[in-house]
C-alpha cells in the first residue's frame, strides 16, 4: 500500500501571500488530522477531517482553514502568511479499521516564509 | 486542560546501554498513549500504543514502553541501544473523550559509539 503522501515538499513564500497543500491518505483512511512542527513548540494540531468534516480543531487563527474531499485528500490553505507561520506541516491519516487509533504520517511539507 | 510533558530535550546515551525516554501526561478521560518517531527529514513512524490491558507496552525496533497510572507517566525503554536509535521521539495522548491528540515537544536521542 501507498504512504501518505503529501504535495509539495517544500514551498518558499512571502509575507502576505497564501498557500496550499495537500495531503493524500493511505487508501481507506478515512480521518486526516494536520499538525504544525516547529523546533520550539513540538507538535501543533492544527485540525482533524473525517468525512468531509471538520471533526476537531486546534488554537490556530482563522488564516489556517481546510477542507476534505469526497476521495479523502485533504488541504490546508494558509492566508495572508506571516514569518511565524515557517515550519513542517504534517499531515497523518487513521485507517478506517483495524487500528483506528495509530496515526500514519506524511513526509511533511516544509513551508518557509519569507 | 489536557498536556504531554517530554522534560529531557536530548538524552545521551552509549551505546549497548539501556535507554528511557520520559513522558508524563494529564487528559480527561482514560489516555490512549502513543510513541512516535522521527528521522532527519522524515514524517513521524509509530512505535507503540497503550490502550489498555498489560501495562508494559512492546513495539516496534525493541522499544517497550511502561504505562503508570499513578504516576500519570508512560516511559519509553530499550535495554540496549543502537547508533541507529539516534532520533527524535514524541510522545502523544489521545483523549478518549474530544478525540484530539496532544503532542509533546519531543526529545533528541543520542546515541553514541
Known amino acids: 500500500k501507498a504512504g501518505v503522501t503529501q504535495t509539495p515538499r517544500y514551498l518558499i513564500k512571502t509575507r502576505g501571500q497564501q498557500v496550499t497543500l495537500s495531503c493524500s491518505p493511505i487508501?481507506?483512511?478515512?480521518?486526516v488530522s494536520w499538525y504544525q512542527q516547529t523546533p520550539g513548540q513540538g507538535l501543533q494540531f492544527l485540525f482533524e477531517?473525517?468525512?468531509?468534516?471538520?471533526?476537531n480543531k486546534g488554537n490556530f487563527p482563522g488564516r489556517f482553514s481546510g477542507r476534505q474531499f469526497s476521495n479523502s485528500r485533504s488541504e490546508m490553505n494558509v492566508s495572508t502568511l506571516e514569518l511565524g507561520d515557517s515550519a513542517l506541516y504534517l499531515c497523518?491519516?487513521?485507517?478506517?479499521?483495524?487500528?483506528?487509533?495509530?496515526?500514519?504520517f506524511g513526509p511533511g511539507t516544509r513551508l518557509t516564509v519569507l | 486542560a489536557q498536556s504531554v510533558a517530554q522534560p529531557e530535550d536530548q538524552v545521551n546515551v552509549a551505546e549497548g546501554n539501556p535507554l528511557t525516554v520520559k513522558c508524563t501526561y494529564s487528559?480527561?478521560?482514560?489516555?490512549?498513549l502513543f510513541w512516535y518517531v522521527q528521522y532527519p527529514n522524515r514524517g513521524l513512524q509509530f512505535l507503540l500504543k497503550?490502550?489498555?490491558?498489560?501495562?508494559l507496552v512492546k513495539g516496534s525496533y525493541g522499544f517497550e514502553a511502561e504505562f503508570n497510572k499513578s504516576q500519570t507517566s508512560f516511559h519509553l525503554k530499550k535495554p540496549s541501544a543502537l547508533v541507529s536509535d539516534s532520533a527524535l521521539y514524541f510522545c502523544?495522548?489521545?483523549?478518549?473523550?474530544?478525540?484530539?491528540?496532544?503532542f509533546g515537544t519531543g526529545t533528541r536521542l543520542k546515541v553514541l559509539a
Open positions: 477531517y473525517f468525512s468531509e468534516t471538520q471533526r
Open positions: 497503550y490502550i489498555t490491558g498489560d501495562n
Open positions: 497523518a491519516t487513521t485507517p478506517q479499521s483495524g487500528s483506528p487509533d495509530t496515526q500514519y
Open positions: 487508501s481507506g483512511h478515512r480521518s
Open positions: 487528559v480527561s478521560g482514560n489516555p490512549y
Open positions: 502523544a495522548v489521545r483523549d478518549s473523550l474530544t478525540y484530539k491528540y496532544i
